[in-house]
């Protein structure tokens, strides 16, 4: 095609020419899709593209095509559901060229779903925590010179770049890596001098809490805003006895705590104040980035999360004399050759987790583009299904839109979370009920204080209704279009699945 470019981007009329559409169904689209396509524009006004731009709108296009989607007004409905123009569908191909095209198989009819006996949407299981891999030969040639260089792990250069790279990323003065976040939060809370009592969300993973009784401190559960799904500020307050010592808020998916009030506390009752950030890299909390709050935050990098180095963790802190602590304590408590002056434990990073980390990191940008076209996807395609809710981020921050966690309202859809998570499941989608049932519920917590749940409301009610859904890099628009349109199909017809449902007791059905 011979297009003219302008400083490498491409005017309006190559766009329509590329992509075989009008100018008019480009303004469209890009009306639409406003959050996710914004064209630059040259100096007399006119709207410029480069290949990116170009990327998303061929993305746009091939989800459009296919004939059971159509704009109508503003919205994308599934032309099926009005009952009209049934014919039998095939999957369109997947953009990617190096990629072998998934097995997808619509479903047209509520009794295609597999849950009635019909053939699971996804020949292979699409999991909830896929990994975010950056350049393969980049990692592969830094793994070959580790090998080459015989320096394995023990705080080596690569570790060191590493947490340099992190520290500048976020802008903070120390970072600690280690081998994953549960030792993290287990130095962090050793070297804080936590002890007695410490204020605890049960909503989160349960290696937060782990890490506390672990070392024998108690946990004091407390309930979560039921809009921002992060420790209640008020809700601490009340918690906070002649015995507490501390307070660990959870940026939970990514979406900080109320950061600001939970200071003032910690500073008003001396307190010690501690982030589990494990999701929250490269999330910010009015307009700065996590990693520079409290005393100190932790960061995971398993493989499950945003930015992975396999297994993985970090401790960030401005604090120089807590760094130097954290620091010790990653390596047994020795500060030279034969010299142990503190008590401290094996929590070092090796090199191959760092190249890793490393290569993840000069694909950060990527992640997040690729996480925000899930998120913008999900949200556009579970838009307007009753009872169905996509907890939305803040798009005021910057957010590494790593989970895409959805509500569901039994009322409204007809069906529960744990009806809806088996009805995925048989379909070959993995979504999780993450942080079911809450850590008050799981044990020893569970038998240590078994009225913990009567002051956990929020906690209690969100454990039930949430479910989280797959996205990240391999995550394919295809795959969302398709989740959506099994959860449509099935609140649609959630009277008939309840005969289905009845019959066989959800929860025993989830995997
Ligand atoms: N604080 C919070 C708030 C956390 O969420 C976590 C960890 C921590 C602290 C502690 O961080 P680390 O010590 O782990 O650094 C997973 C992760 O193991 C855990 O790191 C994570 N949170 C938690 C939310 O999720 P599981 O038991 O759900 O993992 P698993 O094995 O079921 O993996 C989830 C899915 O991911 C699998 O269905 C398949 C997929 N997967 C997983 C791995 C490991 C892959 O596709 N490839 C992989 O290599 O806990």
Same mark, same amino acid.
């Given at each position: 095609?011979?297009?003219?470019?302008?400083?490498?981007?491409?005017?309006? =009329?190559?766009?329509?020419?590329?992509?075989? $559409?009008?100018?008019?169904?480009?303004?469209?689209?890009?009306?639409?899709?406003?959050?996710?396509?914004?064209?630059?524009?040259?100096?007399?006004?006119?709207?410029?593209?480069?290949?990116?731009?170009?990327?998303?709108?061929?993305?746009? =296009?091939?989800?459009?095509?296919?004939?059971?989607?159509?704009?109508?007004?503003?919205?994308?409905?599934?032309?099926?559901?009005?009952?009209?123009?049934?014919?039998?569908?095939?999957?369109?191909?997947?953009?990617?060229?190096?990629?072998?095209?998934?097995?997808?198989?619509?479903?047209?009819?509520? /009794?295609?779903?597999?849950?009635?006996?019909?053939?699971?949407? +996804?020949?292979?299981?699409?999991? &909830?925590?896929?990994?975010?891999?950056?350049?393969?030969?980049?990692?592969?040639?830094?793994?070959?010179?580790?090998?080459?260089?015989?320096?394995?792990?023990?705080?080596?250069?690569?570790?060191?770049?590493?947490?340099? !790279?992190?520290?500048?990323? $976020?802008?903070? *003065?120390?970072?600690?890596?280690?081998?994953?976040?549960?030792?993290?939060?287990?130095?962090?809370?050793?070297?804080?001098?936590?002890?007695?009592?410490?204020?605890?969300?049960?909503?989160?993973?349960?290696?937060?809490?782990?890490?506390?009784?672990?070392?024998?401190?108690?946990?004091?559960?407390?309930?979560?805003?039921?809009?921002? /799904?992060?420790?209640?500020?008020?809700?601490?307050?009340?918690?906070?006895?002649?015995?507490?010592?501390?307070?660990?808020? &959870?940026?939970?998916?990514?979406?900080?705590?109320?950061?600001?009030?939970?200071?003032?506390?910690?500073?008003?009752?001396?307190?010690?104040?501690?982030?589990?950030?494990?999701?929250?890299?490269?999330?910010?909390? =009015?307009?700065?980035?996590?990693?520079?709050?409290?005393?100190?935050?932790? +960061?995971? @990098?398993?493989?499950? *999360?945003?930015?992975? %180095?396999?297994?993985?963790?970090?401790?960030?802190?401005?604090?120089?004399?807590?760094?130097? *602590?954290?620091?010790?304590?990653?390596? +047994?408590?020795?500060?030279? =050759?034969?010299?142990?002056?503190?008590?401290?434990?094996?929590?070092?990073?090796?090199?191959?987790?760092?190249?890793?980390?490393?290569?993840?990191?000069?694909?950060?940008?990527?992640?997040?583009?690729?996480?925000?076209?899930?998120?913008?996807?999900?949200?556009?395609?579970?838009?307007?299904?009753?009872?169905?809710?996509?907890?939305?981020?803040? !798009?005021?921050?910057?957010?590494?839109?790593?989970?895409?966690?959805?509500?569901?309202?039994?009322?409204?859809?007809?069906?529960?979370?744990?009806?809806?998570?088996?009805?995925?499941?048989?379909?070959?989608?993995?979504?999780?009920?993450? +942080?079911?049932?809450?850590?008050?519920?799981?044990?020893?917590?569970?038998?240590? @204080?078994?009225?913990?749940?009567?002051?956990?409301?929020?906690?209690?009610?969100?454990?039930?209704?949430?479910?989280?859904?797959?996205?990240?890099?391999?995550?394919?628009?295809?795959?969302?279009?398709?989740?959506?349109?099994?959860?449509?199909?099935?609140?649609?017809?959630?009277?008939?699945? %309840?005969?289905? @449902?009845?019959?066989?007791?959800?929860?025993?059905?989830?995997?």
């Amino acid at each position: 095609m011979d297009t003219s470019r302008e400083n490498g981007f491409l005017k309006v =009329k190559d766009v329509c020419a590329i992509l075989n $559409i009008t100018p008019h169904t480009l303004r469209y689209w890009e009306k639409e899709f406003s959050e996710f396509l914004r064209p630059h524009r040259s100096t007399g006004g006119h709207r410029l593209y480069d290949d990116h731009q170009i990327r998303r709108l061929l993305e746009i =296009k091939h989800l459009l095509k296919d004939r059971y989607f159509s704009i109508k007004g503003a919205k994308i409905y599934l032309q099926h559901d009005s009952g009209r123009g049934r014919r039998s569908i095939q999957s369109s191909p997947d953009p990617e060229p190096n990629k072998s095209t998934p097995i997808r198989r619509e479903k047209q009819r509520w /009794y295609d779903l597999a849950i009635l006996g019909g053939v699971p949407a +996804f020949e292979k299981p699409l999991h &909830v925590g896929m990994p975010n891999i950056g350049d393969q030969d980049r990692f592969l040639k830094q793994a070959a010179e580790i090998l080459q260089q015989r320096r394995l792990t023990n705080n080596g250069p690569l570790v060191q770049r590493f947490e340099e !790279e992190i520290a500048r990323l $976020i802008g903070v *003065k120390h970072v600690v890596a280690t081998c994953n976040a549960t030792v993290a939060l287990e130095i962090a809370i050793r070297a804080l001098d936590l002890s007695g009592e410490v204020i605890v969300p049960s909503m989160t993973f349960v290696a937060t809490v782990h890490a506390l009784w672990w070392q024998q401190i108690q946990p004091v559960f407390c309930d979560v805003n039921p809009h921002t /799904y992060t420790l209640d500020p008020s809700c601490v307050v009340r918690k906070i006895t002649s015995r507490t010592t501390g307070i660990i808020g &959870v940026h939970l998916w990514g979406r900080p705590c109320a950061v600001d009030a939970l200071e003032e506390i910690a500073r008003h009752y001396r307190l010690k104040l501690l982030f589990d950030a494990a999701h929250a890299l490269y999330t910010s909390y =009015k307009g700065r980035l996590v990693g520079q709050f409290g005393d100190a935050e932790i +960061f995971s @990098f398993h493989a499950t *999360k945003f930015l992975n %180095t396999f297994e993985g963790g970090a401790i960030a802190t401005n604090d120089d004399s807590l760094a130097a *602590k954290v620091r010790l304590m990653r390596n +047994f408590g020795f500060a030279g =050759k034969d010299h142990v002056i503190y008590i401290g434990t094996n929590g070092k990073m090796n090199e191959m987790a760092a190249a890793m980390g490393i290569t993840s990191l000069e694909s950060l940008q990527h992640f997040v583009d690729i996480n925000y076209r899930n998120y913008t996807w999900y949200r556009k395609l579970l838009d307007g299904i009753p009872g169905i809710r996509l907890i939305p981020y803040d !798009e005021r921050e910057i957010n590494n839109y790593q989970y895409i966690v959805v509500e569901v309202d039994p009322e409204r859809a007809g069906l529960n979370r744990d009806q809806l998570v088996a009805l995925l499941e048989r379909e070959n989608v993995l979504a999780r009920r993450y +942080f079911y049932p809450g850590v008050h519920r799981m044990e020893p917590y569970r038998t240590l @204080f078994p009225d913990a749940g009567l002051q956990l409301p929020v906690t209690e009610a969100l454990v039930e209704r949430v479910m989280t859904l797959p996205t990240g890099t391999a995550v394919h628009p295809e795959d969302i279009r398709l989740i959506a349109q099994i959860i449509r199909l099935a609140v649609r017809h959630s009277k008939q699945l %309840t005969v289905k @449902f009845n019959q066989l007791n959800a929860e025993k059905m989830i995997a």
